[in-house]
């Protein structure tokens, strides 16, 4: 090489300055450039949400170093060698010429500079609602440190009253909390039939109830079909089924596109979902052209699909891979990912790792087991919290295709413990003595993530078969007359019930009221506990006395998401 | 099979009734027994030390199920058909005829009993030290309920204000904890010169440190010579060196052995380490005897050689297997520990999974490559909390071998994700690019494990050599002259510094005053900063300046285990 190497860097939000500072680490003579929009550079923008819902209160910590120091672009040129250029958009890639046009947005100068390696962190750009009044005063996303600054300040300035989310992913989510915090009456409205779409239904549902118990609304199935407004101010949203909802505040969180606009232009390979495609190498169809982040499509390493994961963490890894390609040569790979992702939910957390159910048959994937867990993180005598889990294995050979959890209880954990399962190809047969680190502040004696992978095993062998609360549910409303056996104790009967005409035997007296069980011992009956364990002990049992048809329901009382009969008193 | 299958478990504690529980599930018409010696059965051992500290105060909590039935004999007969035992000693095995002669300890009878299989889990005995005194009134040890009651007692009765703790190993620490927090006044002695002897040295110096900071007093590398007592009860305890600590209670935890008296007269083979040896299927030399628990030996998967983990974890998992074996023939296997543990300290956490640099060179691996990586388990707008992580990988392969991790950040989630990397056999190169699960409320953008793996990635490729802690102080300490730069800023350093001649200069500011960096661009230079992230960026600065022996100090002033100057005020 003569001279110099030049990097530019369009996007400074995450895998951009990631990819700039690891170039750099790469190579202390190159001459490296971060071309960014926004007035801001490396803004923690998954943090947005605990900053609008009052976490903390100093913005700054959304754009500094751990150390406290904002890293504006005098810390980027003295910190790092790198020049930064804040309200500068890139508005064109000339590939013959190798130069980027870039405007300076204060004044509105363009300037042409040259490279020999680009790097494309670009982002993505919120989804907008086609229909009438989305331009009106009040309706905003929560993608930008100024929609940040935005809802933030409708916190602190408390003018508000009422809002409503459009969306129930992650964001939709996230801000439906931060902004109920802030007391703000909430609706979330979600076109689906459930929140968070990386979850099956029954576990969404879950999510649902507790959402609704902290006192937001939510409406699922429903669109919005207008904004509603009074001299250009949002007054409420009207859905496609009529229901007006009065508010002052919508936010909109159906979920991003990926920014291709230049990288578009300049004939770089866009793939199906929209998103540039790179080779594991973070390399675009030009070779002197990286990309990184929520700009960029990757490979779903279990399907061997490329999908569109605007993930923070992917985006600084992906960063560093650019950068250092762009500095070494094709040194570094980035191999795909397997979609982990988590939301905080109030005093839940919801997560999956890999396929739900739903998303491993749309992938093709016909001959597969799952299973529900519920069990607490830790034991009663540390407080322990309630996870509820599902797991989805290949039947054939017993490979971990992907897991979810929901609840109060440590998630982050178990959605990290299988996230590492998936990613070492591990079966459920692996996952059944894995060792943990057990003491009892931190888990089970056997962990819930063994003890899932236990309950996998013993349906895999044949043990139990299992049957899902929304199926126990869907054929007692279609007026089915199934035993379904309650084994838990009668002060538990007493205290919250399902109330579906269940039959209360307790595991301790089973073995003596046989009589009270169907003669017939071709008869189904469907067990159940609090978290189905005394369930399954009874399928055993009865299935020990001859009884040929007998299913536990999948995580029992803790994993119903339908209303249950509960005592108050 | 001709009739019913005779299933004796000999212990009651925890691999004891999961195999008992699973051979029952296995099979209804089983005639399972359990034969316990102690009152009570199915005790959450490692919940002592919590009982003891009063984090909770109902005994039966330790003896429950989730759902508050206490485990007694009766609980065993009524919900899972299984005779227990209790205040029953098995004293002798005939493998001949296939009985074990019990003693029931309430009246002195004896009687033998048959079995078809047999499974001892007959679990550890706590060491003991051979010095005078050792019978005195108030030493005691923390492995029995009736310890754990004991200890309790002292605690509620608050008559003692001194007591001695002997062995710095997992259990000894939760015993100082517990006792602390009773407002005893608590001093540790370990023979070794460390605590907690799964660490290496410097992180476990770290957890010393923490231990001294909350009033304990902590002796390493000294013995106890001679328990002192009055009138037969216990008044101190002198050590090797001749100090004596007065007090009036000694809890001893120098570790245990596995409880293979009745076994081993039995002629089944023990291992190297004392304990009776399994084959994957938990099967002894008998094949009618199977065996899970403290007193058995396991593969070290890493190591190949067999080693004792009494682990409650494992005990469970060993349990299921040799409960299903019992009843089903060898088709359950445990294939094996990596030696997962992690214990509470105060407001630290510490662990170890695989092998600590100091285990693994015993264990023949020369060719190795070790980090330690500190920062924050989340952002600092979350209040994230320091984790200090050594990961210790082969360098031929990146094969990783072990991680120890300590803090007060969520030590358990990291130590549960490596956990999962050693057993899927991922390399250093595969954990640069796991997909965790990443919000804010859980960690950070780029987690801390995936960081370490980044930063054993650099030093691996000779990217950036490290150099530790401790032998920085050992040169410093011996006198010579090294040029070490902190990169931090002037008020950090301000607030709190190394003081061992460090020269100061920002990292902000290193490009501009290269001139204070000694000419000899063969000179050794040793950069670090809080965690050594800036270190690492200023050494490779100054690397691209044409410095040749430029060196990292692991961990920064968060790794620093030696004492530090502060400022307070």
């Not at 801001?40 to 947005?48: E, F, I, N, R, T």
């Not at 008869?523 to 040929?548: D, N, P, Q, T």
Request: hydrophobic share 40%; proline share 4%; aromatic share 6%.
């Amino acid at each position: 090489m003569q001279g110099k190497k030049k990097i530019i860097v369009i996007g400074g939000s995450a895998a951009g300055p990631k990819a700039a500072a690891r170039a750099r680490r790469m190579d202390e003579n190159a001459e490296i450039t971060i071309i960014q929009k926004a007035p801001d550079l490396s803004m923690a923008s998954c943090g947005y949400p605990y900053y609008v819902g009052g976490v903390f209160d100093d913005r700054n910590m959304l754009l500094c170093t751990p150390t406290g120091v904002v890293r504006d672009p005098k810390f980027y040129l003295n910190a790092k060698g790198i020049v930064a250029r804040t309200e500068t958009e890139a508005v064109k890639i000339d590939r013959k010429t190798k130069t980027v046009t870039v405007k300076n947005l204060k004044n509105g100068d363009c300037e042409d500079i040259s490279y020999d390696k680009l790097i494309i962190t670009a982002g993505a750009m919120p989804r907008k609602i086609p229909v009438p009044g989305s331009d009106l005063k009040g309706i905003t996303t929560l993608q930008s440190m100024k929609d940040a600054d935005y809802l933030r300040k409708i916190r602190d300035d408390k003018t508000i009253t009422r809002a409503v989310v459009i969306g129930g992913g992650l964001i939709g989510i996230e801000t439906c909390e931060a902004l109920q915090l802030a007391g703000i009456e909430i609706t979330i409205v979600e076109m689906l039939p459930q929140l968070l779409t990386f979850l099956d239904w029954e576990l969404a549902k879950l999510v649902e109830n507790h959402v609704k118990s902290k006192g937001a609304n939510v409406i699922t199935a429903n669109g919005v079909a207008e904004f509603l407004g009074e001299n250009g101010r949002l007054t409420g949203v009207k859905l496609q089924n009529g229901t007006e909802l009065p508010c002052e505040l919508a936010v909109v969180a159906i979920g991003v596109n990926p920014n291709t606009a230049i990288a578009g232009d300049a004939g770089l390979k866009l793939g199906e979902t929209g998103g540039l495609i790179v080779n594991e190498f973070m390399q675009t169809s030009d070779p002197d052209i990286y990309a990184a982040g929520d700009c960029v499509e990757s490979l779903n390493m279990i399907t061997g699909r490329n999908v569109h994961a605007p993930y923070g963490d992917l985006a600084n890894l992906q960063g560093r891979v650019a950068g250092e390609n762009a500095i070494n040569g094709n040194s570094a790979k980035f191999n795909g990912t397997i979609q982990t992702g988590i939301c905080k939910v109030f005093d839940f957390a919801a997560g999956s790792t890999g396929l739900s159910e739903k998303s491993a048959r749309a992938a093709g994937y016909n001959d597969i087991e799952t299973v529900i867990n519920a069990s607490p993180d830790k034991p009663g005598f540390m407080t322990g919290l309630l996870l509820v889990t599902k797991i989805v294995a290949e039947k054939k050979n017993g490979k971990i295709l992907g897991v979810q959890c929901v609840g109060p209880g440590d998630v982050s954990k178990q959605l990290a413990i299988w996230a590492m399962a998936i990613r070492g190809n591990l079966t459920v047969e692996d996952m059944i003595n894995a060792d943990l680190p057990y003491a009892p502040p931190f888990s089970l004696a056997i962990d819930h993530s063994i003890a899932g992978a236990h309950i996998m095993q013993n349906k895999l062998k044949g043990r139990m078969k299992g049957i899902s609360c929304s199926d126990v549910k869907k054929r007692v409303d279609a007026g089915e007359k199934l035993f379904i056996l309650d084994t838990r104790g009668p002060d538990e009967y007493e205290q919250m019930r399902l109330g579906i005409g269940e039959h209360l035997i307790p595991i301790g007296a089973l073995r003596n009221r046989l009589n009270e069980i169907p003669d017939d011992k071709n008869a189904e009956i469907i067990c159940f506990c609090k978290i189905s364990l005394r369930g399954y002990e009874a399928a055993r049992v009865l299935e020990g006395r001859g009884w040929k048809n007998v299913k536990v329901m999948e995580g029992g009382v803790m994993a119903w998401p339908f209303t249950r009969e509960k005592k108050y008193g």
